[in-house]
């Protein structure tokens, strides 16, 4: 982490943000200025960070910015740790839309809103052991973490005694530049060894969970899954399932805590609930960046023409404050249905697979909250609720709250 001024050049990534609700104030300077900026990754990599609305919807959907090449030998790396070839976000057409569509196949809306009852008593069993607790409570232990994990373990199938372990692993994984690359690697392997046996034990014994039906689909179908896509399957969506989401809802309940008017608007008229998590995700999104791509030939960003071969990042935390996209973008307004236009769960082929299911957990879990818990606030002041750095997801680690 840095706090390079931010018209040196290259600038040294990532970024600081002042606090866990403010973006790190060079984005903006950046994108009134320099939208196109030279920065040198943790990796030592060079890379060129993207921060306007329109170039960062560019980057995310125009087929030369290739995902694939990322994991070619040799190519540019954030961090230190080698992408993988056989993983969905790595993945260029045609392999990417033939993997995507057989698992949006059993990955679908019906099965998510199947969930909803599991998700809301979840919930109100978190919730109920809160009230019983008393305060002060810290709401990451309480609702934030536990909830995501359980129910990603339940779609997928996966023992729940298994989530503390599964969350460290999850958690080293994702750390890009906080921990040393062995330990990355090491946490990587013992995941894909510990989904390999499940996968086993799927195949052995059926269950009516997502990872049964996506070995069943490695099993007959025409198009299936190989075994290494399978298993990075089953890698990329426990990670993905539930680290971000953890983040969302501590990010999006300390931000609501400290807009009180934005927190009533919410508690006030339940109707609002959908429209606060899309303006909640724009605002304080868990993630700065998408992640990396290389321009395979010469494409034109604005007044910036991008060399053939150059590592990309585009970044969703700025295009969602972009001014020239969005009223007032520095105000949380939990009102306002255009903010839905947010990027926080990118856009074109990769836009995120578990979207629908994260929306539903943090409608419910901000939405019960809320009207659990009318007179919440924060027991620390906000300056000093505890964040994590140095990984590419990041939210507050600990959210210390009274009632
Ligand atoms: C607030 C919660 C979440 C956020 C902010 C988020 C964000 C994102 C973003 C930005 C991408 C695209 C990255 C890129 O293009 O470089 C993505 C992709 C993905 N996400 Fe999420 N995600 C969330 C929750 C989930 C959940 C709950 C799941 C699974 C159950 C999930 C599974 C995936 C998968 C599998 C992809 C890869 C899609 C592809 O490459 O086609 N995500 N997510």
Redesign the pocket.
Known sequence: MTDTPVDSSPLTYPFERPSALEPCPHYKRLRETKPVADIRMPSGDHALLVTDYESVRTV?SDARFSRAATARPGAPRIGTEPQNAKN??SMDPPQ?TRV?RLVSREFTARRVAALRPRIQSRTDELLDAMKRAGPPTDLVPALAFPLPVTV?CELLGVPLDEREQIAEWSGTVLSTVSLPVEQIIAAHSGLATYLGGLIAAKRAKPGDDLLSALVSIHETDAERLDEEELLHLAI??LI??HE??TN?IANGVLALLTHPEQFEAVRRDPGVIPAAVEEL?RFV???DE??LRIALEDVKLGDTVVPTGTAVLAS?ASANRDARHFTEPDTLDVTDTARAQHL???YG???????G??RLELEIAIGTLLRRFPTLRPAVPAGEVPRSSGRLIHGVTSLPVAW
């Open positions: 995310l969905l976000l990417h995507r990603i990329t969506l993905a399932g971000t989401t969302q995700l999104p868990p993630g998408a992640t969703l926080t769960f990118g082929i990769h836009y995120c697979l578990g979207a299911l994260a």
